[in-house]
Each structure stands twice: as C-alpha cells, then as structure tokens.
C-alpha cells in the first residue's frame, strides 16, 4: 500500500467515525417545536450569575446533596436561562439550575441549605420541543440545534425572541425537554 493509500483510507476511517458520532448524538435529528401546555413541576435549586456552563455543576451539587442529606433521589435535573449569552456579558448572565423532586418526596424538603430554594415551575404555554440526551456531546448539539430552531419558530409565529429557556434533563427517558416562553 502506497503512502497516498493508507492516508485516504484513515481519512476515509476518520470521516465515517466523525459521522457516526454525529448521528449518533443527535447531530442530524431534525427539531419540530410546538406550543403546549407544561410545567408544575416542583423543583430545588440555586441561583446563579455569571458564565452558564456553571449550571451542569450545580445540577450535580443539588442531586448531590439531595441523595445524601435528604435520601431523596431526583431523575431529571433542570437549568433556567433567563439571558440571551450573544446580548449579555458572560459575567452578568442569570440562571438556576438543581433537580426536580417527584411529588412524594416533597416534604421532605425542609431545612435546606440558604443557597437552595424550591418553588414550582409555572404552568403555561410555552414553545417546546425535545432532543436526545446520551452525553455531552448531544448536549453540545442540542445547543447547536435546539435554540436556532425556537429563534425560527418564535420569528415565524409572530413571538419575541427574549424570554427565558427551561432545560429538562431527564436522564431515565435519555431527552432534553426545552420550553421557552411565549412572549408577544
């Protein structure tokens, strides 16, 4: 086999691996959003301002924390975006992230940490749609995806672009849930 061989093959091997990759993690799945009904769900968590790739941390701090002080263990864990990242500085973005409590585990909540709050998300229309959750990657391309696709969508029907993001990870059905609010 000549040099020339041997590199378009690896290259071919590279390209056929980068592809699967990229199916697999959902780089090519095709985003459908609609406008539903959701929320209610109760959920703890923390406040943050500054960089949004804090949130993931602060998901795993709250389950964390929940799982070993409190015995009670979360499934779908949860970031807010209030702020566009292209519009505001890094240092000034504001989110919440933590975990959501299924119902029965909710009085079990009492005495928590000063940096952790609950509430209940709130129930209303959103525009939403779902992309799969198998690591880190598909959470890269999700962001690649997922948030030009709700800009589209809320372009197209007449909603503005502010507003802020929910992201539901739900790690048992492997799907992030994304809701963003409908403002006109």
Do not use: W
Not at 39 to 49: A, P, R
Not at 129 to 135: C, I, K, N, Q, S
Request: one cysteine or more; aromatic letters at 14%.
């Amino acid at each position: 086999m000549t040099v020339a061989k041997i590199i378009l093959a690896a290259t071919l091997i590279f390209t056929l691996i980068f592809f699967v990759f990229v199916v697999y993690y959902g780089g090519l799945k095709t985003i459908k959003v609609e406008v539903r009904e959701e929320g209610g769900e109760t959920v703890v968590y923390e406040s943050i301002l500054g960089d949004y790739r804090k949130t993931g941390l602060t998901m795993d701090q709250v389950y964390n924390y929940l799982l070993k002080e409190k015995k009670i263990e979360t499934f779908r864990g949860f970031g807010i975006y209030y702020d566009n990242p292209k519009q505001t500085p890094k240092n000034q973005l504001r989110s919440e992230a933590g975990c959501i409590v299924e119902k029965p585990d909710t009085g079990f909540l009492a005495g928590l940490p000063c940096d952790m709050k609950v509430k209940t998300l709130p129930v209303r229309k959103y525009m939403v749609t779902e992309f799969p959750y198998l690591g880190k990657l598909s959470v890269i391309f999700s962001l690649m995806k997922v948030y030009p696709a709700l800009e589209k969508y809320a372009y197209k029907h007449d909603f503005a672009q502010d507003g802020a993001v929910t992201e539901i990870y739900d790690i048992p059905a492997r799907k992030i849930y994304f809701r963003k609010e409908l403002l006109k």
